[in-house]
């Protein structure tokens, strides 16, 4: 069964820092990973989407890559404000429709 | 649009009782997946449905548990008969068919707590 990790569960930042978040995933038969982010009490809202044959995605001051061989993922966060304090999830799409989640980073960026 | 709508918000409930959660799927979406969110085990797919037929129910913990889709536009969760351990934040979920890339749109939703 696909197991996605995600380091570290809670990060700290002041703001303007430019962060990185981690993902690994144990099946690199993927079709595509998402990152999600969620504010307490909220769903979950998705920020990029990575096809299994792409390396990266982009909006605006995210950006994630993807190296699916050797199952990671990271989220690059530049120039971090308080408004980006949530929790971000990734999750990997193996088969049928199935996305694994991990347990998300919480991030909090200090004014 | 309005996005993927769930009701209720919130449910506080008696262990034993029913419990009978909604969802309305963003229009024009194909797939619709019902998710649970607890501390200890994250977020776990309960089941789906692609154009409201039930695909995938191994998710789903126990018979206690049903999931329906009678249109397009709607579909609910039942938990009967409730127990304290079914308390998590259960999500409504849906995406378009035709791609293996589209991505998923959350509704807000439902903080069940079972006393």
């Known amino acids: 069964k696909q197991e996605v990790t995600q380091i570290p569960a809670a990060l700290s930042v002041p703001e303007g820092e430019n962060l990185v978040l981690n993902c690994s995933f144990t099946d690199s038969a993927i079709y595509n990973l998402q990152w999600f982010r969620q504010d307490p009490g909220k769903g979950l809202t998705s920020l990029l989407l990575?096809?299994?044959?792409?390396r990266e995605q982009t909006s605006g001051r995210l950006n994630a890559s993807l190296d699916k061989s050797s199952g990671r993922s990271t989220l690059y966060i530049a120039a971090s404000q308080p408004g980006d304090s949530a929790t971000y999830l990734c999750?990997?799409?193996?088969?049928?429709?199935?996305?694994?989640f991990g347990t998300g980073t919480r991030l909090t960026v200090i004014p | 649009d309005a996005g993927v709508i769930q009701s209720p918000r919130h449910e506080v409930t008696e262990m034993g009782q029913e419990v009978t959660l909604r969802c309305k799927p963003i229009?024009?979406?194909?797939?619709l997946f019902w998710y649970r969110q607890t501390m200890m085990r994250g977020l776990e797919l309960l089941i789906y449905f692609n154009n409201n037929v039930p695909i995938d129910d191994s998710g789903m913990p126990e018979d206690r548990f049903s999931a329906k889709m009678p249109n397009a536009s709607f579909s609910t969760l039942k938990i009967q008969p409730s127990e304290p351990r079914d308390s998590a934040v259960y999500f409504c979920a849906s995406s378009r068919q035709g791609s293996t890339n589209e991505k998923l749109f959350f509704g807000s939703g439902t903080q069940l707590s079972v006393l």
């Open positions: 999750a990997v799409k193996t088969g049928a429709n199935n996305l694994f």
């Open positions: 229009s024009g979406h194909d797939y």
């Open positions: 990575i096809q299994s044959s792409q």
